[in-house]
């Protein structure tokens, strides 16, 4: 079998970003519990498919073999999520801005709320950013009534922390 010697994309080895919500810490154990549910029966099918042989023209063995290794490879990729995971403690100070805090900020006249988590849970249309974006950097260990100024290609952009929740 021949491997392709293409490099792989940008995006292709992204790194984890380990930061998350105890919510999120569940709803990635209860997706792992589904997985592990559907194992044995994807396991057993690419078995009764394999005994029909002929496996280079059994399309049927092909998929369910696929199927089996998109299984494993989910389990072993969430597995490794929940072994390095970081959870976000929920009750923390609000004198600085820290992961997992909500803060208020003005932008000329309009004020916007942000709150900070890890990668994986980011929704900016809900208002929430990562902490590794650059909005979210910029803001992290400043306090209230602090101006951050983030400087992007066409111009820089001042930010006033209003508020820490």
Not at 98 to 124: C, F, M, R, W
Not at 127 to 150: F, T
Request: aromatic share 6%; charged share 25%.
């Amino acid at each position: 079998m021949r491997t392709l010697d293409r490099k792989p994309g940008k995006f292709a080895q992204t790194a984890f970003d380990p930061m998350m919500t105890q919510e999120k810490f569940e709803q990635l154990k209860n997706k792992m519990e589904r997985l592990k549910k559907t194992h044995p029966q994807a396991a057993s099918e690419v078995s009764r498919l394999a005994e029909l042989g002929d496996f280079s023209e059994n399309m049927e063995y092909q998929m369910a073999k696929w199927k089996l290794r998109g299984i494993n490879y989910a389990i072993l990729n969430l597995d490794n999520q929940l072994h390095q995971a970081i959870i976000i403690p929920s009750n923390q100070q609000c004198e600085f801005v820290q992961i997992g805090h909500k803060v208020t900020i003005q932008i000329g006249d309009k004020q916007v709320a942000y709150q900070i988590l890890g990668s994986s849970e980011t929704n900016p249309q809900k208002g929430i950013i990562s902490h590794l974006s650059p909005i979210g950097m910029a803001l992290l260990g400043h306090k209230i009534g602090d101006v951050v100024e983030i400087k992007l290609v066409e111009k820089d952009i001042k930010y006033k922390i209003i508020k820490i929740e």
